[in-house]
């Protein structure tokens, strides 16, 4: 994942940013970065830890000035040259100076890299937003920036949600796909944000205006937001965004994801009831589809598992003896509540199935009689990609093993998915709208390398 | 608060401490200590901080060895002295080593440790364990531990839950009123736990076997626990750790924290209707209350506010513009669940009501048609002097204000609170058995200063 | 400065480049870096900090493998992007991957970097050296990278000692001036070391093979060491390495810095005689000037001043009463020893004045009778434009003062600075093979800028 | 070792108490505190680590108050309570409240405990300053704290320079042997300074008064300075202060200390003369010896051996191939200087020989025929009792073997040590007066432990 965000035209606006950037750090706490515009200079600070970490109320004071800003936060795997691979990425090109955030995969990165290396380009990073800042320099015949960003985008693929600092404008882009979200908003004291998920809004005093559309260009120019609609739009929205990632008080694609995810809970107890005395969420992100769940059940809802907050890094290695004992630091059932009583057990989604078969060992240990898995997702079964980290497919227990199989390996007394049919239904909008890949394995747009 | 522990006779005696430690932080996260007993020498290392900030594998493989420890962790505010304020409380005595923690809060630390000083001791320290091991070291006639430990409990008044560590021997003894709690465990691996909380047990791998009782001292020694009542048992255990301190699955004076807060909740829907579309707990601490609430109201329960578990430490100045930005970084509404809504919101208690106020505010501006709040607990009024670490009172703003005027305060469209007697029937216990002193004045014990 | 090392074909290169790197790192604090190439596959770690900061062993267990590795230290006052500005640079490009060092400063950085922008090249950074690893990329007609190497610093001017990883090869080039220092050593256990200073031979076990040349392109291929004499020799050697940069036990352009700077003190005797009871160096920079001076005058050496190591950041402030307190945590005098006596202090040389007045007002208030300064340089009154980071011109004090000028200003009884010719004297070497610009203002390389 | 200072009425005394800590910084790196006298309430700060890194501002603005202060530096090896054992020690106790630095060791630290604990006191430290506290806290009959002052300082034994803060007074306290210096500086802004050495004089503008004499008691009281002779005095100063503690620019015992060392240097030419080729020491504890072993014998003086100031704690193993890395790391060879040179090395001691072997095989790998080793102070045989952290005897080389065999084990071409004869024709006084214990093990005060 990662998240994305633009101001513009609003007195500190790197501050702004960087308040987005805090509400949007689950989306990415490996690094994160911000580049604000001061009278058309680009100034960039970027860091690897998280927003918190990185910047100090000086580096707004004497660096990150101006009224124009864009910031990242970037999620991955480390790989030994991680620090150069924070976002934004900067650079001088042809037409001055330019900055640009990402969130998204491409799927034609190697091709689109491997042609631009014969043209003479040097990559100093693994990312593709690399990429498109060469397609944009290396257009010579366009003499505007606005030209040569809409001549790249029509030669990259996959999944962008991109915004665009110059030194008199910003660029907000969304693939035709429309795979990850990006909302515009309208600052109460002045100027616009674009960011990943509305939940930025709340820090900043903005309200929300319109989503970027699939396919489409927004302008910030003169004070001004135009567009300009590049692609045809086919909405292929990522399901994943109600399921895992964005932040339940976040509208995505202009629905509530707290309300969705509660949504998927009722359809949840529809499709796959089960006999029960409680229904118990993984905290924290069984919880909202829990709450559904009872509503629609009728069986009581109960916080039977407590999320212990203090869980950071240790330097201590766990004692032999005691099995399980990260689950436990993070997690522990309330014993005389669950004790002798048959539970729906809620999590969103199982991706190795080892979390769920030790959550399972502590719940029955803890004197539960009976353990019920309910999945409010699908099963996972393929890659992503359009820019969510999933794991190898291998290491994926669905494709390796029937719902049967799993529900044996994780030692549940029952388990069950939700269907995407059922899915479909809890969003209330059309099926051929969102992008199921990671159950179906239909990719809207296929992967080049 | 605080909390304390202590491992009689079991491998890796100290690292379990360190487990019971961590999962007891939520009573002190100021400072943290740790005492094991290796053949009988007795080690020590304490610092401020987070217990997973302060020990590392290698103060386990080197320095705090052997099958008997005891730990600490501190709440408190910090003076200039404060490093010096942690515990263990260490010292070479008249019969050899001696280790001690404690919480509590003695009622008659300054007439004690005037006249220990009077007698040629001196006070390293601000803390009243200090006085303790005074009392201990001081009587000379005596000539076992356990007579000296005995006479000096008597010298002392107020609130103590203490570990004391000896060359041989560990001892647990409560006060009289047994207003701290004190659980004592059996540990699957071999030997003994004693700690605050019954959480503490969960990743030691040990079953509840009793409390200490009020007046009692536990003595371990040659592999075995013995008892002796040194006083009457008056209890008046502290309410406040079913309202506030506890972790929802400890076991707290025989009973289940969680399900003690479900019952409150319970109580305050029939104690103080209302009419409402939704249920709202504060998270985390009014989430258990709002959930009875519902339960017994039958008013729907909705997460309608997030809580944003990345706040830390941060370097940025919120800027001018954004008013209650500090509240808004930690907790969020979700605006499509509650705008247009009457809510009930639930919290566990009301202190100083500038953070009530803000997220009343909050909730007005992302659209609450109406915000009544319920409070979990009655008002508080007056100090502690049993070792909760309250604000003066004239900072309660029940000390100052009538409900009516905390209700206009906080802009809340009603306001109130539980009282006393319906507390009293969601902890199904006598009530004479439990100190009320910060709701109703009424103190066990006077203070001595 | 900077400083750049290579090593080829040496099991633990990369370990060998950190403590050679180590040996060098007076010659830039700021930041530090190492590729390594582990068959053919090149890895990079860099950051700002000091050597012994930046790098872990897990880094060279887990990431620095291989057998060849280029390293280099940075000298440079802080921009924002500055994090990036740390070298080696990596990037992939159309033969493969590629990383350099440079040390020195291109004269012709920005009409290059035009061209290439104009071509569609963007620049990530501000370094020069970004400028070579595009030259490279971009000369398509030629498929080897020597052949591309040889092309790409014809297009550059001005001062450069480059080496250069591809997949398979390691280049070190010193530009025709050589006016950076590059020499060649064989190392015990196997391989080559190209360091710029050979102190940095001493800890990786290396014997002084010979420097590279002014012009001179030498390959290690195959385990071979090959040598292609680029550009006809025209030696301009910085002066500045002997007076100040380099480290006394290196040998620079085939001389010792230690006896080179004692030459200078011996000069300085010989040209500017005082009637002195004793020669005192400010330390370290004046010890082996003043031991050279004391030689060849016979006036006595004593080490009035005593340098404090201790000091580092320190986060008090100075009081207000305590004038020129950061001077005296850094430098005392030894009373005793100068109190009444005639001084003769003898300094590398002045820059601003600043630290110079102060040291002869705490001479003075330490009872000297009489501070003679003695600089074992000429006066600076030129910019470098070659790579050393000197201040503005403005700034230097003898661009703005004449000699009488600045010997009121600093507040000396004398004041007389080492003539060129005595210099050139001290050095046994030929005046045209020097460049004296910083002192003489006769710059061998315009810069074009 | 340690470091003690005390300021007495001047305004931000505590600050000036920090400058005097950081000037004394090498007679102790390993902890740091002060405590501060505001309106006769004690504060306190101590910890861990350098003085620059412990202070803040921030302490100095908001804790260490008033305008008299006592600080010490702590010189020792750490063990598992050392937090606690840093310096100044506070105490309530029945007089107020008071804080102890006490630079020295107490011979019969272990009977005088024991003797308290029999009495009731605990101790909380393994420091002897505790004892102290405790006799004045137990003096009952004495109703002033000058009395128990005199009455303590009559029960203990050995090395002792104490300052002692009270809520009105300053005391300062010198055993009658004098072992450890003390002395008094007048300060120009106000006020009186009392401070290990003279060098803490400096930067906080202080003159010069006398030292604190043997036996001595100063008390600072209502602005003024008054003695009171304890005990007579029999000087047994501290003969190592010379060698090795005290910081050139310091005057202990009332002489200069480099021109001391300087004087060593002469009577070690005059006493063990070499034909050689240069004098070379080992820096930095060699170089004011070598100066004068130059001057005396006519033999130059060269710094053919550098000291890189970089080495800090690095992260990284050394290769193994690469013997004997940790020493070259910090010490290089200026090879051509050397090379095939007759060297005179001094050194001002040797303590376990591994270094010295490690030099002078460096100098030998460097080309040099011949090494002299010279040690400008008697071989070192017998442990210190008085407060100088020496080995274990059995690991100081000379305890163990003759000189020859030494010089064999270091792979010398020659050795001697400096006689203690011509080590008190170097300082010009009377030998009575010092004490040579730790060369002629003839024990001024015998240790009771």
Redesign the interface.
């Known amino acids: 994942m990662c998240s994305v965000v633009g101001i513009y035209k609003n007195q500190?606006a790197a501050?702004?940013a960087?308040?987005s950037l805090?509400?949007m750090?689950?989306r990415g706490q490996e690094a994160a970065g911000i580049s604000s515009n001061e009278n058309g200079k680009i100034?960039?600070?970027?860091?690897r830890g998280?927003v918190?970490e990185i910047?100090?109320?000086e580096h707004?004071q004497t660096?990150l000035k101006g009224d124009m800003a864009i910031g990242h936060t970037r999620y991955s795997t480390a790989g030994?040259?991680s620090?150069?691979d924070a976002q934004p990425?900067?650079?001088?090109?042809?037409l001055g100076e330019i900055s640009i955030v990402h969130n998204g995969n491409l799927t034609n990165k190697m091709p689109v890299?491997n042609e631009l290396?014969?043209?003479?380009?040097?990559?100093?990073t693994n990312m593709d937003t690399e990429n498109i800042?060469?397609l944009i320099?290396?257009?010579?015949e366009k003499n505007t920036l606005q030209e040569r960003i809409v001549d790249a985008v029509k030669k990259i693929e996959g999944a962008y949600s991109l915004i665009i600092l110059s030194r008199t404008k910003m660029f907000a882009i969304r693939d035709p796909y429309g795979f990850r979200p990006l909302s515009i908003g309208k600052i109460a004291?002045g100027g616009y944000i674009i960011a990943s998920e509305t939940?930025a809004f709340?820090?900043?005093?903005a309200e929300y205006v319109r989503d970027v559309k699939p396919g489409e260009m927004v302008i910030f120019e003169n004070g001004e937001m135009k567009s300009i609609q590049l692609f045809e739009s086919k909405p292929k929205k990522c399901i994943f965004e109600y399921i895992y990632f964005a932040?339940?008080?976040s509208?995505v694609f202009g629905k509530?994801v707290?309300?969705t995810r509660v949504e998927m809970g009722r359809e949840l107890a529809k499709e796959l009831p089960v006999d029960a005395d409680m229904v118990v969420p993984v905290p924290d992100s069984g919880?909202?589809s829990a709450?559904g769940y009872s509503?629609e059940s009728g069986i009581?809802?109960?916080?039977g598992i407590?999320r212990?907050?203090?869980v950071?890094?240790?330097?201590?290695?766990p004692?032999q003896?005691?099995r399980d004992?990260k689950v436990?630091?993070k997690l522990?059932?309330?014993?005389?509540?669950i004790a002798g009583k048959k539970l729906v057990v809620i999590d969103d989604s199982i991706v190795r199935g080892t979390t769920s078969k030790r959550i399972i060992r502590m719940l029955k240990e803890a004197g539960a009689a009976e353990v019920h898995m309910r999945i409010a997702s699908p099963a996972s079964k393929g890659a992503c990609y359009y820019g969510v980290d999933t794991p190898n497919p291998d290491e994926l227990i669905a494709s390796r093993m029937s719902v049967d199989e799993i529900c044996e390996y994780i030692e549940a007394d029952s388990l069950a998915y939700l269907s995407i049919e059922s899915m479909v239904k809890s969003i209330k909008d059309k099926k051929e709208d969102y992008c199921f890949a990671c159950f179906d394995l239909d990719y809207p747009v296929e992967p080049k390398e």
């Open positions: 500190n501050k702004k960087f308040y805090f509400s750090q689950h100034h960039t600070i970027k860091n998280l918190t910047f100090t109320e707004f660096v030994d040259d620090i150069l990425v900067y650079a001088k090109y042809g890299r290396i014969k043209r003479g380009a040097i990559f100093q800042i060469h320099a290396k257009d010579y004291s939940c709340e820090l900043v005093g932040r339940p008080d509208d509530n707290y309300e919880v909202a709450l509503k009581p809802f109960e916080l407590m212990n907050h203090y950071g890094r240790t330097f201590i290695e004692t003896e005691v004992i436990k630091m522990s059932p309330i014993k005389h509540k």
